[in-house]
């Protein structure tokens, strides 16, 4: 069941692009999503992996700031017990925004170079770099 849900996440990370810039209904926007990840599928799941572990050792270091503050506060200060909860929770919803943006811009640049748009403000160079031959 878990790789069902994995192809199902590849087969539709650029369905929003496409639904954004194309007038289509959701089955031919899942459609197109699809085409275009066989076109570009090494470059999505390494543009993905690499994000995720990036992500991943933030969240990793985050915990342990974490931790360390709701235990600090706790022994020295019971009174900040609640804030530091607070701060530690605020923390972990900011990684989870900044990574949702930072994928969806990777999507959309990479739909826009894969259905040979222009690269916006990304170098074309670089997005041709990342759709060399495998």
Known sequence: MG??????????FL???????????????????????????????????????????????WAVVSVALILGAGNLFPAALIPAIGIAVLGFIGLGLVSSALKGIYAAALFRHASGGEG???????MDQAFRPK
Do not use: K, Y
């Open 15 to 61: 369905a929003v692009p496409v639904l954004v810039t194309r007038n289509m209904g959701p089955i031919d926007t899942v459609r197109e999503s699809a085409e275009l990840f066989r076109r570009t599928w090494g470059e999505q799941v390494v543009g993905n992996f690499g994000m995720g572990l990036a992500f991943f050792m933030m969240g990793l270091s």
């Open 3 to 12: 790789l069902v849900g994995m192809g199902w996440n590849l087969a539709t």
């Open 120 to 126: 916006g403000l990304f170098d074309r160079r670089m």
